[in-house]
């Protein structure tokens, strides 16, 4: 009988110890100035800050692993591979004139992460709100496209490509659209907007706007009218009709050829005060919605031009 309860005892030990081993998780912390996006195969990309350490679940510290790395360079995207070996717990990823390379000495490398890492950071990013889960987001711009946000929870945020936003915003779990716009980069002229969909988890902590998330433009020919249904004289400017003034009741026509649905443009005019004003109106153009008209209404919206 002792035999057996000894070995069932070392048994026991052997499967708390494998245990451990694979599930020991691989901490992550990068020197200097980029943000650097780390790939490991089948896992959930993870994205990483100066100085910061984020660890990756499921990922046992005793394979060696080849792991991808995305980072900016000169505003560029540029791509990387280091190996972790097998046994190492940690890696301290340093940016060199090389590019990015595993600084950890072995000592510090092989020590298993500690249970009040950051794996535990989104539970302590999310809050509960009048009953509402909330989570402290920034926007990342994987994309080659600079792009601002003129609604919703990231009113104001204006990123270029491979950036992140500075500000950190409580959003709501659950299903969150709201509209980015951007620049054409057919023409470099035309200002386009999409409406970005995303459900919110709690372990949230960053949300990517993607290449394919500025989806591919309907485009066509058409004729395009404006009317001014206001009081005031304006010109439009930093839109596809820049350059053309309209008294009240006055209208102008511009044939095109544009990618079809949400369009922005831009107006300005002397208020009664004297002084000059901006307003912005957005409106869904396709061949069947081929006719702007500026109304009343779209001055409310107006903001003061600082000379």
């Known amino acids: 009988m002792k035999t057996t309860a000894l070995t069932i005892v070392i048994l026991i030990g052997i499967m708390v110890a494998n245990f451990m081993t694979a599930t020991a998780q691989v901490q992550f912390t990068i020197k200097g100035t980029s943000l650097v996006q780390i790939n490991v195969p089948g896992q959930k990309p993870v994205l990483v800050r100066p100085g910061e350490t984020k660890t990756i679940g499921d990922f046992s510290c005793d394979k060696e692993v080849e792991i991808s790395i995305t980072y900016i360079e000169n505003n560029a995207r540029k791509d990387t591979k280091v190996k972790k070996p097998a046994g190492q717990c940690r ?61 919703g929870p990231f009113t104001g945020v204006a990123i270029n490509p491979f950036d992140t936003s500075n500000m950190l915003v409580s959003v709501p779990t659950g299903v969150l659209n709201f509209p980015i716009v951007f620049i054409d980069t057919a023409d470099n002229k035309q200002i386009r907007q999409v409406v970005i969909t995303r459900i919110i988890t709690q372990d949230m902590d960053i949300l990517e706007i993607k290449e394919d998330d500025f989806g591919i433009a309907v485009r066509g020919k058409l004729k395009l009218y404006a009317f001014n249904e206001t009081d005031v004289k304006f010109v439009f400017t930093n839109s596809i009709f820049s350059g053309y003034s309209l008294s009240p009741g006055g209208r102008c026509m511009k044939k095109l050829d544009l990618a079809y649905g949400f369009q922005n443009f831009v107006i300005e005019f002397y208020g009664s005060d004297g002084l000059k004003y901006r307003a912005n109106i957005e409106a869904i153009i396709t061949p069947q919605d081929n006719v702007v008209r500026i109304t009343k209404d779209h001055l409310k919206t107006k903001y003061l031009v600082l000379q």
């Open 91 to 151: 890696m301290d990823l340093e940016k060199t004139s090389g590019g990015i390379i595993n600084n950890a000495t072995a000592s510090a490398a092989n020590k298993p992460p500690s249970s009040t890492s950051s794996a535990s950071a989104p539970a302590a990013n999310a809050a509960n709100t009048n009953g509402v889960n909330q989570v402290k987001i920034r926007l990342l711009n994987s994309s080659g496209k600079a792009f601002s946000v003129p609604a």
